[in-house]
């Protein structure tokens, strides 16, 4: 709207008019992505092939360009970390222009992780200020390559992922980008931010399987727990949450994303709660724009029964929903298949047992915010392979293909503010669509905007 009224403004002056222009386009790029450092240039070393671990020629680059440089990846080039690389670097720009490949060798990559205290090893551990990771617009270049596939041939019928995955990368930073982001077959969890005052731009994960290929289990797209975030025009193809808002996520503006299979989990909030007695926080967060096809969830907040915390002020706007099987889910009986820590019987699914979980608290959600939905159910073949549960763990009893909306809240003051406007999101049956809300109070939420009931969905505002 400035810029537009600025423009008119100044119209007569032609001259003035584009100088003042550039600026402006710049700074939607929060001017840091696209001028080159002043600083020195650092070009990573490549042996060639795999039997030389490039992962070391990058730590020398990243050691002199620390301060102010950049740091290149030659264009076409083929560089190989067969180790785990991390770095801290400070007004800095990486220019990946050549491809990174991770090893190709499954058990040594398990061995790497299995021998770090916690077992958690991020292949790639960038942290710092002011840091600008920058791919490449041409096809051929710019790729992060994790050869997942045969990660996921590898996992055994009713296993969700063998041991000892890595996840690939973790931007770790106050002040940041990332544009032009390309990575296929992750092994596991793609991106991890955390930090503040990042921007991600231009992004394509591509983790879908092979017609008959193992599922990709746990390729999330983004986990965030950072502050003050954007993350715009995304294709994200996966087996997990294409984005979730972890706890510490805060100010998290998400938008203009395609998310689709083979087994996609749609934008998320948590799983939060899951350390009972660690009080967990999101707040200020904004989905807008969001196409999700063929996904189990389109959006999902999910807490686990016994946790502790806030989420607040959450909007999900604009989304177009293709044959997702619960396009609109909320659970705080959360928990997760693959760990056992989690399960202690499967709440509600189990009839209330909670198994040793103490159920006296739950995650509290407020301001949550639905507008502009539209879009079809999954009515015919719902849910996707990740299901190696009995009950499925994302089995709603007595859901029949026809529910737009799945609210499960613990207790009748755990949600509060919610509203929902304008859900135009139908069975494929042409049947009409369900609800189906537990614990959505009007006293807690008097602009609801819908009645909060297992039946018919029915919109009142
Ligand atoms: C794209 O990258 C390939 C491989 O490095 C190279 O041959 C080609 O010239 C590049 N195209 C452009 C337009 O730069
Ligand atoms: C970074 O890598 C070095 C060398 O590989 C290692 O000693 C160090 O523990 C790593 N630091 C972090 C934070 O991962
Ligand atoms: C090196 O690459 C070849 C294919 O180019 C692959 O068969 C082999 O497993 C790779 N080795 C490692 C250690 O990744
Ligand atoms: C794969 O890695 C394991 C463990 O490091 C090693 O024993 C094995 O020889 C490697 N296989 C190949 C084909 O390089
Ligand atoms: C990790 O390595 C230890 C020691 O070799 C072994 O006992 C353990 O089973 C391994 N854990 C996993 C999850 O692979
Ligand atoms: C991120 O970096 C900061 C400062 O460099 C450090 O204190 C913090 O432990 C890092 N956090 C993670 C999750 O790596
Ligand atoms: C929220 O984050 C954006 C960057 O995505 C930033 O421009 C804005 O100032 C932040 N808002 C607050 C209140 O910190
Ligand atoms: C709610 O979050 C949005 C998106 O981050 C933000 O623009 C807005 O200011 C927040 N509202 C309040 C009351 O904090
Ligand atoms: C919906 O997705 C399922 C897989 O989850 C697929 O089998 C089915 O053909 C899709 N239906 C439509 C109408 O696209
Ligand atoms: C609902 O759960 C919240 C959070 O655990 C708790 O503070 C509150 O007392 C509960 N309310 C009722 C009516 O049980
Ligand atoms: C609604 O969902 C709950 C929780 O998943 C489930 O137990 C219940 O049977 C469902 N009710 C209907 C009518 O679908
Ligand atoms: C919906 O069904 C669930 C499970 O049968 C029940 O606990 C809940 O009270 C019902 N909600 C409403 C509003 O009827």
């Known amino acids: 709207m400035l810029s537009l009224a600025l423009l008119s403004l100044l119209a007569p002056l032609a001259v003035v008019q584009s100088a003042i222009i550039a600026p402006l386009t710049r700074s939607s790029d929060f001017g840091r992505t696209v001028t080159a450092r002043d600083g020195p240039t650092c070009t990573v070393k490549a042996g060639g092939s795999n039997s030389t671990d490039d992962s070391p020629a990058f730590s020398d680059a990243a050691k002199q360009c620390a ?5 290149l990846f030659s264009e076409g080039v083929d560089y190989y970390f067969n180790t785990p690389v991390n770095a801290t670097l400070n007004n800095v720009e990486i220019q990946l222009k050549g491809n990174i490949n991770l090893p190709q060798n499954i058990s040594y990559v398990q061995n790497i992780v299995n021998s770090t205290a916690g077992g958690n090893v991020w292949w790639l551990s960038l942290s710092g200020s002011d840091l600008n990771f920058v791919g490449s617009t041409n096809v051929s270049n710019g790729w992060i390559n994790g050869y997942g596939q045969q990660w996921w041939d590898a996992n055994p019928a009713n296993k969700s992922g063998i041991a000892n995955r890595p996840h690939l990368w973790r931007f770790n930073v106050t002040g940041g980008s990332i544009k032009y982001l390309k990575v296929r077959k992750p092994i596991a969890w793609v991106t991890t931010l955390s930090g503040s005052d990042i921007d991600v731009q231009d992004v394509f994960v591509d983790a879908s399987t092979t017609p008959n290929g193992g ?5 999330d797209g983004f986990d965030v727990s950072a502050k003050n975030v954007r993350i715009t025009d995304f294709t994200i193809l996966n087996g997990d949450d294409a984005v979730t808002i972890n706890n510490g996520g805060e100010n998290v503006t998400v938008t203009n994303g395609f998310i689709s299979g083979p087994g996609c989990h749609g934008t998320s909030i948590g799983s939060l709660g899951q350390a009972q007695g660690v009080y ?3 707040k200020n967060i904004w989905f807008e724009n969001i196409k999700v096809q063929g996904c189990v969830y ?3 907040i999910k807490t686990y029964l016994g946790g502790q915390g806030l989420v607040q002020n959450v ?3 604009n989304y177009d929903i293709v044959n997702t099987t619960f396009p609109i889910y909320l659970t705080q009986n959360y928990f997760n298949q693959g760990s056992t820590q989690t399960q202690n019987g499967a709440g509600i699914q189990d009839g209330g047992n909670y198994g040793g979980r103490v159920d006296n608290s739950s995650v509290l959600i407020d301001g949550v915010t639905y507008k502009d939905w539209k879009g079809t159910i999954n009515t015919y073949q719902p849910g996707d392979r990740s299901c ?4 499925c763990w994302y089995d709603v009893p007595g859901s029949d293909g026809t529910q737009s909306i799945v609210i499960g809240c613990s207790n009748s003051t755990a949600c509060s503010n919610f509203e929902f406007k304008n859900i135009q999101v139908i069975p ?3 049947a009409a669509p369900k609800i189906n809300c ?3 109070e009007t006293a807690n939420n008097p602009n609801l905007g819908l009645v909060c009931t297992n039946g018919t969905l029915v919109e009142t505002a």
């Not at 599922?215 to 390729?219: D, G, I, L, Q, S």
Request: charged share 15%.
């Open 315 to 317: 909007t999900f706007a």
């Open 280 to 282: 967990q926080t999101v």
């Open 428 to 430: 494929e049956s042409y």
């Open 67 to 71: 301060d102010g440089g950049t740091i």
């Open 388 to 391: 190696v549960s009995d009950p």
């Open 438 to 440: 537990t614990y959505l």
């Open 215 to 219: 599922f990709p289990f746990n390729t």
């Open 298 to 300: 389109g959006s999902r």
